[in-house]
T-cell receptor
Framework: DTAVSQTPKYLVTQMGNDKSIKCEQN?????MYWYKQDSKKFLKIMFS???????INETVPNRFSPKSPDKAHLNLHINSLELGDSAVYFC??????????????FGPGTRLLVL | RKEVEQDPGPFNVPEGATVAFNCTYS??????FFWYRQDCRKEPKLLMS???SGNEDGRFTAQLNRASQYISLLIRDSKLSDSATYLC???????????FGGGTRVLVKP
């Protein structure tokens, strides 16, 4: 059984389009995350939700809007796609602790290419 | 300056040899540290947490030096399957916000 799953795995689209990436986890975790890994391989956090509540919101253009319908799902909607949005987007989940020492489990990634 | 910095490598390692590499972190508020492993075109996976006293997991040994703000990973008896990118990760106490280094690429060759 896949612990953290993302769809789609690959997404090729034109500049200016709007697209969504879906993420689901079946680990029973309270917290979910979106990360972006650029061409230089740096992995940066974008958002984090704990029990459907936004707790981390890094400096991300407001064209990116996360939505958490329940604690097992965290979707990412991107409006007006730009060339610089091309990257691999990883979803992750973890149990919640104040100390932040819990392992994060990553999904397989969504490779987004904006043409 | 990046919050977490690593030598990108690659470190070319003969099979069976030992390899060690460090990562430095700039935020003294960082509380917990990890090494994640990422294979080519795959997701990162936790390799091991790093404890203040140092810790070992099989062939892997991690050390933390808070005074100098660096973390190290040592791999003994390298296997071909150890070829991967090793990501150094720091976490501040609040919010489970992981800060990743750019990764150190290790290539183990026969």
């Amino acid at each position: 059984d896949t612990a953290v799953s993302q769809t789609p795995k690959y997404l090729v689209t034109q500049m200016g389009n709007d697209k969504s990436i879906k993420c689901e986890q079946n680990l029973g975790h309270d917290t979910m995350y979106w990360y972006k890994q650029d061409s230089k391989k740096f992995l940066k956090i974008m958002f984090s939700y704990n029990n459907k509540e936004l707790i981390i919101n890094e400096t991300v253009p407001n064209r990116f809007s996360p939505k958490s319908p329940d604690k097992a799902h965290l979707n990412l909607h991107i409006n007006s796609l730009e060339l610089g949005d091309s990257a691999v987007y990883f979803c992750a989940s973890s149990p919640w602790t104040r100390e932040g020492q819990e392992t994060q489990y990553f999904g397989p990634g969504t490779r987004l290419l904006v043409l | 300056r990046k919050e977490v910095e690593q030598d990108p490598g690659p470190f070319n390692v003969p099979e069976g040899a030992t390899v060690a590499f460090n990562c430095t972190y700039s935020n003294s508020a960082s509380q917990s540290f990890f090494w994640y492993r990422q294979d080519c075109r795959k997701e990162p996976k936790l390799l091991m947490s790093v404890y203040s006293s140092g810790n070992e997991d099989g062939r892997f040994t991690a050390q933390l030096n808070r005074a100098s703000q660096y973390i190290s990973l040592l791999i003994r008896d390298s296997k071909l399957s150890d070829s991967a990118t090793y990501l150094c990760v720091a976490n501040k106490a609040a919010g489970n916000k992981l800060t990743f280094g750019g990764g150190t690429r290790v290539l183990v060759k026969p």
